[in-house]
């Protein structure tokens, strides 16, 4: 592989992506306009955990959340510049969401409480993302100046600083083992301990940005995708890297994981699946979007995949097979004239919400019409 990436480029499969939505085969749906002359396009989407909110970030620095329910929203503004992560804590009893945005800011939104808001100063630069622990007693957050924060998921108290990077610092996950992995524009994957508050690996191997870190549910197993094309799959334990695939033409924007399949999404529009218990053969990745792959979710029991892309179109998956079950875009619209920039399922995984550059933030109504399992999750911290 070159500096600027793999010397040959894998084969593709190429998907005809229809002109039109086929309307027996698209979802229902709910629509929730905003004023995208006000706020602009919208960066990130989330929903609150007891499915009562659903929250967007607005490259204005607005926070709009709206209640399915009602269908009622609310508008917040605190952040100076674009909202780009929003990650809901996994304490229902208090349904907050954390915001972060490039004014190097984080906010502590309660969706219960109007108008809670806590500011959370320390970054000096523009904060890319945030996430909770699996039981939220912490959230960390990821900056462009080179730090990796790790906050108390009770008092929002600064609980570490770790600066081990050499460039601004992309994405953050923990795992369900007390462990938190950083990569960024070094090219380094970093694990650290969250209870000794000390880093135990610095894994190398990305010649270029890392994009996405995924863990499996049990957190035994840890994959990261990279603009230089590949995926690396890791044991988070020793460090060992278990995999390098090289499979996309492109930079490789996201990476999944599930307790059996490893799914990807790339810069060149191409959806790659693979089966964590029987690797081979390899299949090659699929052209399922005419632009980028901007988001990719898994449902909450795993069964469906979502992409979405900025050709303005979205599309769900047999994680089983990768058979396209539908494809769709906002009625009226034809793809690409509101690209959409990020998804999310429902916690009970019954709808999907979609946000675009036009400032619109769709739900998806999925049920009965794709087959998944409906799921209730709860987690108090006491």
């Not at 190097?104 to 969706?111: A, D, E, F, K, V």
């Amino acid at each position: 592989m070159s500096a600027d990436g793999p010397t040959k480029r894998p084969a593709i499969v190429r998907l005809q992506a229809p002109n039109a939505i086929e309307a027996q085969r698209a979802p229902q749906f709910r629509r929730f306009v905003v004023d995208h002359i006000a706020r602009g396009a919208i960066q990130t989407v989330a929903y609150a955990l007891d499915s009562s909110m659903v929250v967007a970030g607005f490259a204005s620095g607005e926070v709009v959340q709206w209640s399915p329910d009602t269908e009622k929203s609310k508008v917040y503004k605190r952040h100076v510049g674009a909202v780009l992560s929003l990650d809901p804590s996994p304490d229902v009893a208090t349904s907050r969401i954390v915001s972060a945005g490039a004014d190097g800011m984080l906010y502590r939104w309660s969706m219960q409480n109007e108008g809670k808001v806590e500011s959370i100063p320390g970054h000096l630069r523009t904060v890319w993302m945030v996430k909770h622990s699996p039981d939220g007693a912490y959230f960390a957050s990821c900056s462009a100046d080179r730090t990796v924060r790790l906050w108390d998921g009770r008092t929002t108290e600064i609980v570490a600083v770790f600066d081990q990077h050499h460039a601004g610092v992309t994405c953050v996950q923990f795992n369900a083992s007390g462990l938190l992995v950083s990569g960024g524009w070094d090219n380094d994957v970093i694990i650290f301990d969250v209870e000794s508050r000390e880093p135990v690996f610095k894994l190398k191997g990305h010649s270029a940005r890392v994009t996405r870190i995924a863990f499996n549910p049990v957190g035994d197993l840890l994959a990261t995708s990279s603009s230089d094309y590949t995926i690396r799959v890791w044991n988070p334990k020793t460090g060992e890297c278990y995999d390098t695939i090289e499979v996309h033409g492109e930079g490789v924007t996201h990476v999944e994981l599930s307790a059996a399949t490893l799914v990807s999404g790339a810069d060149d529009g191409t959806l790659w699946r693979m089966d964590l218990k029987n690797e081979r053969p390899r299949v090659h990745p699929i052209k399922v979007h005419t632009a980028k792959i901007s988001g990719v979710a898994f449902s909450p029991d795993a069964s469906v995949v979502a992409t979405v892309s900025l050709d303005g179109s979205a599309a769900l998956w047999d994680a089983n097979t990768i058979n396209n079950i539908c494809r769709f875009v906002e009625p009226g619209l034809n793809p690409g004239h509101n690209p959409i920039t990020c998804c999310v399922f429902s916690p009970d995984g019954t709808k999907l919400v979609t946000g675009g550059k036009a400032g619109k933030m769709i739900i998806w109504d999925l049920m009965p019409q794709v087959a998944i399992k409906p799921k209730k999750r709860s987690c108090v911290i006491s």
